[in-house]
């Protein structure tokens, strides 16, 4: 047995959901609403629905995971079915399946549908690679529940009142990472297109400005007057209305995209601030890296304390526990959950806080982070850290010489 199916097989149930929000997970595109809501609810699903769609012509984040990182997500998979699910489907497009799912497909060992037999058997058991025919809207979840479970879904309901989780391939690779290693969600996968010399698949700290990303794909310039600066693909995205400089990746950031004004106003969706330019360019015809390229390396980073400001009133930002002046060391918590729907945040980068607003933690590198741990100062013996018990999931401040491993610790009412 593999360390990854042991490590999840060992997971109790109600541990999925208080180890996934203190990691601070939320979904790796779409709407990036916080992962372990869905996990909440766990005891009542028994099918884990895998959206590796990618509908976007120029996102590769989810193929690369399927097929580079195949044995891993097969072992997730394993130690998922026998803890959590009896059965766990990964619906994809049938025109990617020779480039990139033929690892996956046979380290799972999956049965196979085609899209003509779909939906799948609801008696399947096991892993199931279910492949689609090549729409976009198949990337949308209630059609995918659809077309694939033969789940038609009214109203506001939710996957899970079918008896269905849906996560994307990244955000997967973040749970596996969170439950194996006890390591949080401090970074992301984005690609930048549009009005910019080169296409990039980049991996990026969470927080990292858009500046950052424009120059790596060559655009070190400032934006004309007549361009603005897209969140998403270019089938579903939205204006970053702020300088790029101001904007820091956010943990359901996929891409960002440099296009004309006009275009953008031409191709406005409705009132919600949709933006839909698939018919502007050739986006599949363009040359694209199909892996990550390059990890940047900010020199500052802005930490957003609410993924999506879209769910204000629904999701509660996290809460600061440091200061400006505090000194902080990559994985380190900066934000605990707040009250209601809400996770945790922690430094994707090494530095000194520089700014805590209302609704983001800055840090910038310094000479002695850039320089590494050598020669450090002492540990502050009066610092507190913050730690959530594995037992009950509460953060509580406890004091000690260093930070304290997040899925080692246990409250003295849990003891």
Same mark, same amino acid.
Not at 15 to 25: P, Y
Not at 306 to 332: H, Q
Not at 358 to 373: K, L, N
């Given at each position: ?92 497009? @049938? ?81 596996? @990472? ?215 999931? @509460? ?21």
């Amino acid at each position: 047995m593999s360390v990854t199916r042991e490590k999840v097989s060992a997971v109790e149930p109600p541990a999925f959901a208080v180890t996934l929000r203190n990691a601070g997970l939320a979904g790796a595109g779409g709407a990036g609403f916080p992962t372990y809501a869905k996990w909440d609810r766990l005891e009542e699903v028994d099918s884990l629905l895998v959206n590796h769609q990618e509908s976007e012509p120029n996102y590769y984040m989810d193929k690369w995971l399927g097929r580079e990182r195949a044995d891993e997500l097969a072992a997730l998979f394993d130690g998922l079915l026998d803890r959590a699910f009896d059965r766990i489907v990964v619906a994809a497009k @049938r025109t990617d399946r020779e480039a990139w799912l033929g690892d996956l497909e046979a380290a799972t060992e999956a049965t196979v549908y085609e899209p003509g037999d779909l939906p799948i058997d609801g008696t399947e058991t096991g892993v199931v690679i279910a492949y689609t025919a090549d729409k976009y809207e198949f990337g949308m979840e209630t059609v995918l529940m659809r077309i694939v479970a033969g789940v038609v879904m009214a109203g506001d309901e939710l996957p899970m009142d079918h008896g269905w989780i849906v996560q994307n391939t990244e955000t997967l690779a973040n749970v596996a @990472r969170a439950l194996v290693d006890g390591e949080p969600m401090t970074e992301k996968f984005v690609h930048v297109d549009g009005r910019v010399p080169t296409h990039r698949f980049l991996r990026v700290p969470v927080g990292t400005p858009a500046t950052d990303l424009l120059e790596a794909a060559g655009r070190a310039d400032e934006l004309g007057a007549n361009e603005v600066v897209l969140d998403g693909g270019p089938g579903w995205c939205f204006e970053i209305e702020r300088p790029p400089d101001e904007f820091g990746v956010r943990k359901r950031t996929n891409c960002l995209l440099v296009m004309a004004d006009s275009v953008v106003e031409e191709n406005r969706l409705g009132s919600g601030g949709r933006i839909n330019v698939l018919a502007s360019a050739a986006w599949s015809e363009s040359s694209h890296e199909t892996a990550p390229t390059a990890r940047l390396e900010p020199e500052r980073v802005v930490v957003p304390l609410l993924t999506n400001p879209a769910f204000e009133g629904v999701v509660t930002p996290s809460e600061p526990i440091v200061r400006a002046g505090d000194e902080v060391e990559p994985g380190e918590l900066i934000a605990r959950p707040g009250d209601g729907i809400s996770t945790a945040q922690h430094a994707p980068i090494d530095g000194t806080v520089t700014g805590v607003a209302d609704r983001s933690v800055t840090i910038e590198r310094d000479e002695a982070s850039a320089a590494g741990t050598a020669g450090a100062e002492p540990a502050d013996p009066h610092r507190i850290y913050w730690s959530w018990c594995r037992e009950c999931g @509460r953060y509580l401040p406890e004091p000690q010489l260093e930070a304290v491993s997040p899925t080692e610790f246990v409250c003295s009412q849990c003891r």
